[in-house]
């Protein structure tokens, strides 16, 4: 079935970190995305792991 009503699928905006959390992850991302590769043997699981702990650290 097609709807009538249009809509617009949307982004949404990043999240504005601090700077200094910002900064520390950007010079620490290649270490830890190299652990998490050579532990989980692929890329997307590493990838996933790496922003799950972004998310922890930050939050904390």
Do not use: I, W, Y
């Given at each position: ?6 809509f ?13 959390f ?18 989980l ?8 792991a ?7 650290m930050?939050?904390?």
């Amino acid at each position: 079935m097609v709807s009538d009503t249009p809509f617009e699928v949307t982004k949404p905006e990043p999240a504005a970190l601090p700077a200094d959390f910002e900064v520390f992850f950007a010079q620490h991302k290649l270490t830890f995305m190299r652990t998490a590769g050579s532990r989980l043997r692929n890329p997307r699981d590493a990838e996933d792991a790496l922003m799950d702990a972004a998310l922890t650290m930050f939050r904390k």
